[in-house]
Nanobody, 126 residues
Framework: QVQLEESGGGLVQAGDSLTLSCTAS????????MGWFRQAPGKERELVST????????SYGDSVKGRFTISRDNAKNTVYLQMNNLIPEDTAVYYC???????????????????WGQGTQVTVSS
């Protein structure tokens, strides 16, 4: 397991951009597929984006496709989520997660990931 810590959340206006970061402990970061999930009050945890260990494969949820970009820097043990053109519906707690094993891309579910960060709040005002 790895320890994950997110940062970069905050309060922004609709149309603004924000970049989330997630830094992992350990030396084998590139063996973990990484995912970003989000959860709004009263809603289930939703898959936002995933990226494979080497960064060559990635996926996005339909609600963020074209607006969000996932990337990773394995030398820094960090995965990023660049969020552009934010809308109020993006308001949620965003979680970073790590998975060892086969990369599942858009078929990923929360139970596929064994390590989670504490979450960072993103609030988008209209």
């Amino acid at each position: 397991q790895v320890q994950l810590e997110e940062s970069g959340g905050g309060l922004v206006q609709a149309g603004d951009s924000l970049t989330l970061s997630c830094t992992a402990s350990g030396r084998t970061f590139d063996t973990y597929a990484m995912g970003w999930f989000r959860q709004a009050p009263g809603k289930e945890r939703e898959l936002v984006s995933t990226i494979s260990g080497k960064g060559g494969s990635y996926s996005y949820g339909d609600s963020v496709k074209g607006r969000f970009t996932i990337s990773r820097d394995n030398a820094k043990n960090t995965v990023y989520l660049q969020m552009n053109n934010l809308i109020p519906e993006d308001t949620a707690v965003y979680y970073c997660a790590a998975r060892r094993g086969i990369y599942r891309g858009r078929h990923s579910t929360p139970t596929d990931f064994g390590s989670w960060g504490q979450g960072t709040q993103v609030t988008v005002s209209s």
